[in-house]
């Protein structure tokens, strides 16, 4: 209050005192003006002013005469004044929810502002989970998963703009539904037993289990109540193994498979503690196996038969049956003992058969046979089963050979024998054996067979004559009992040399391409130029003859079936022709006869064109115009004349090469695009695979026509914070596409239409940087030239005077042309640099024990960005307590661990306590917590007491001493004191130390005990 807000100044041009004295006053409707002026002329405060108003009024100055002066309009503007940061009302908040229900509230957090400053509330959690607007009404915008959230605490700030509060901790308890029904672990088991099993020997586990979470340790919504059979089925119960989801199906009877128990169909119901049932039932299905309890039985204990020797079948059948009920009890199987043996097999139907024939000369006369009928398990019957063998004509004369084959000179005379036939019987009866006699079972007009097997030439013989050089004669061998067999004898005839052999051709001319190789003729054998046919009246060339060349060569072969083999390939430009003598001997005639071979070679398009020059290089300035030829290739080939040449230019639209080598330039080069081009190029002959390379080098003269251009058009750049003047340094990237190429080597021919290379571009540039120059400038790296953006002071982050954005423009000129503007935006991005800071230098917090409490340390951290300024505490010196009834949470909450006691001996406790943010800056602080007793036991007598006093005992008299005791520790709370009446006229007291005095006169005739 008074404090002066302005001076109005006034003057008066009257001089004296009484009308050159000037005085001021206020005029205005509001008698509530806080305000006034002095004699000195000064508006001066001298009333309460409201925040944010404005006050008008007029002013008059005034002299002795009563002269008044022009109106003056004053207005006074109050501007606020933030002193002191908000606060609370309430430092925690509670609320419970029904999970899955969205929360309606509202509940309407509470803060005052000691300057009335208008505030708004926020926090730092980002689960999303709550939501409150600027003025503290929070609503729930998201239904909670008490399966995943039971309880969240989060902190809430309230802020005035400048300063903000400690936190207030709002908590959110989720309160569960029974939303989820049991579910068993799968819809349907099938089981399988026999019906032997033991009456509670089947054991079918099952689970059954519940998604929601119990809210309390007793049986609730997610724990399985009850599970229980839903049909009347006496066989079965569910037994409980004590855990809350896995149950057993078990059987309370036995079964009996020939009684009609056959199959169960047990359905299984699961009740939670909530009352929900499982939304489908569990089907349990046991299949009751029947048992083997009856053995196999034949009809009949022995079984006989006859068979004939050489018959291979059936011999007979044995049958045996099962009484038990199931097939696969009652299946029986047959089986012959000793089987490796007996040459018998028997199927599963009992029927026996022969493995083999049987030879009544070599094998047993009769077999006696055990057979096994067995079920599945092995139970089994036997029988026996006789079979003999009888005796048949089965044996035919055999040969010794079923086939016979010689040879014979066409010159063997008549009535020659050429074989003798031997054939014999196995049968030992002369019944059956008898005598064997031989015949001939073709008509032939030169051979025949006599009864005891000769065979002999009854005719002159011709080798010349076709139907002679192959006979095939059949035979039969008769044991005179109608068994027989034949034979076959091919008799092969030998041709006589007799006729000197000779040329068809005596001189044949080839014409071969060269390199070609292998070759295949029309009609010939691969690598077979021709055949030499040579005629011989002896029809075979058995008749000695052979061929040869006569000239020693190793490109040409002769077979001795007349074939003039190639063995390499043929080269025009070596030889053209060759000639051969092929020499025709018969030296058991004695007989020569010659023939002549002229092999022609045809020249064909075999060898590769070359280039006289492996690689070209041309210098060509870029941008040029093109026009005149910039090259001339020369081009030769082995081949001669018969080729032509075409090029190509591999790879590259730049070139265009004519069929004489002459190359043209089709488009303008470009330095900055391409600085050397080597260009492949092929010449062709016209083959395929007759072509040749060579590599074109075109150097391209730089000429400076690019602008300097910068690597990025923008750059976006963090400064952190407390960087210190030059040590920001920002390197751009620049390039000038106007830059000098490398010597080449001098391997090449090099053709340079232009002279000399240039000396290449200068490559420095000038900057010039526009925007902030108060804070960076430009320095230059040594090194390469590039520009260096440097800061020029430090940066502080939480400087709300300084700016915490920079735009920079940076432009590049070499000389000639200037670049496009690199725009670089400057971010200061905030650092670590503040710890927390505790409010107070000791938290002292006083507990009455058994009590619940909840309180919350708060540090601040100057730093603003959340990621820094987020602090977590933690207790850093636990004070060597064995075990602190309190914990701290990480965010600053001191809860109790548990039921405080003050019995337990030790009341206070003093820890250090740090707060750090996440690069572990910290403070730390001693927290003090001290704890009170309660009253929270009962007195205690030690025991009881019987005492023995005479009945004249003074008033007054001690008559006994008691003993009790007290667990509450503090004085306060253990005082013992107490007052007993024991009838109308015997009163007693309890003093301290505790004694019992009579205050009246005991009588014992009266009261003999009390």
Known sequence: MDDTVVVLNATDDDTGELYGTVNIEIISNDDDIPFSVSDDHELIVNGSLERGKNYSFIVVAKDGGELTSEPLQVTVIVFEVNRRAPFFNVATYSFSVAENVLFTGPVVLQATDPDNNQVEYFTDSTDGFISFNSIGIVSHIKAFDYEITQEIQINIYVTDGEFTSTPAILTITVIPENEFRPEFSTNRIEVTVNESINRFSLSVPFLVTD??????????????????????????????????????????????????????????????????????????????????DNSPEFNQSTYSQGVLENYQGDVLSVFATDNDVSPQYNEIQYTLQDNDALPFSIDSNGTISLVRELDYENDRRVFNITVQASDPFNQSDYALVLVQVMDVNEHSPVFSNPSYELSISESTSVQTTIFTLNASDADGSVQLGGMIHYSLQTTNDFYNVTSNGSVLVIAELDYEDPAQRITVLRIEAN????????????????????????????????????????????????????????????????????????????????????????????????????????????????????????????NTNDNRPFFENETYEVIIEENNVPSDPILNIQVGDLDGNITSFTFFAINSSLLTILSNGT?????????????EIVILVIVSDGKFNSTSTANITILVRNVNDEPPVFLQSQLNVHLEENVKPGDFRLEIQIEDKDLETAE????????????????????????????????????????????????????????????????????????????????????????????????????????????????????????????????????????????????????????????????????????TVKAFDIDNLNDTILLKISLFDANDHYPQFDGPHVLTIPEDATIGSVVGTFTASDDDLSPLLVILSSLTKLGHDVLVVLTRPPSLIAIVSLNSGSNSSF
């Not at 149950?247 to 929900?276: H, K, M, P």
């Not at 295949?520 to 060339?541: H, I, K, M, R, Y």
């Not at 058995?542 to 390939?569: Q, V, W």
């Not at 200061?828 to 507990?847: A, E, G, R, T, W």
């Open 479 to 602: 044991d005179g009992s109608g068994m027989a067999s034949q034979t076959t004898i091919t008799i092969n005839l030998i041709d006589e040399n007799e006729f000197c052999p000779s040329f068809r051709d005596r001189v044949v001319q080839v014409a071969v391409k060269e390199e070609t190789y292998p070759i295949q003729l029309s009609g010939l054998p691969e690598n077979a130029l021709l055949q030499f046919v040579v005629t011989d009246q002896d029809t075979t060339n058995s008749s000695g003859y052979a061929l040869e060349i006569l000239e020693n060569t190793t490109t040409f072969f002769l077979t001795p079936d007349g074939y003039l083999m190639l063995l390499e390939a043929l080269d025009y430009e070596t030889v053209t022709s060759y000639s051969l003598t092929i020499i025709l001997k018969d030296e058991e005639l004695n007989c020569t006869e010659n023939s002549t071979v002229v092999i022609n070679v045809t």
């Open 663 to 675: 190359v043209f330039l089709i488009s303008p080069l470009d330095f900055e695009t391409e600085r």
């Open 211 to 292: 998604n929601d979470l119990d809210f309390t340790s007793e049986i609730g919504q997610g724990t399985i109540r009850r599970v229980f059979i839903t049909q009347d089925i006496p066989h079965f119960m569910v037994q409980d193994t004590l855990n809350n989801s896995f149950f057993v199906l078990t059987n309370n009877l036995t079964f009996d498979y020939e009684s009609g128990d056959r199959q169960f169909i047990v359905s299984i119901q699961a009740i939670d503690g909530g009352g929900f049932s499982a939304s489908q039932l569990l089907q349990i299905v046991v299949n009751i196996e029947d048992v083997n």
């Open 744 to 911: 080449r080597p001098n391997n090449s021919q090099r053709i340079d239409f232009f002279g000399s290379r240039d000396s290449g571009i200068q490559s420095s540039f000038n900057y010039d940087l526009l925007g902030d120059r108060d804070a960076f400038e430009i320095v230059h790296n040594r090194l390469n030239g590039n520009p260096v953006i440097v800061n020029k002071h430090e940066f502080d982050y939480e400087n709300k005077t300084m700016k915490r954005h920079f735009l920079l423009r940076l432009v590049a000129s070499d000389g000639v042309h200037q670049s496009e503007p690199l725009q670089i935006n400057v971010t200061i991005v905030d650092k670590n640099d503040n710890p927390p800071i505790f409010n107070q230098n000791l938290y002292h917090f006083n507990i009455t024990e058994n009590s619940q409490f909840k309180f919350v340390l708060y540090a601040i951290d100057g730093d603003e960005s959340p990621e820094y300024s987020h602090v977590t505490y933690e207790i850093l010196d636990d004070g060597d307590y064995d075990d602190l009834p309190f914990a701290l949470h990480s965010n600053g909450t001191i809860v109790p661990k548990g039921t405080l006691d003050y019995e337990k001996g030790i009341n206070e406790f003093i820890v």
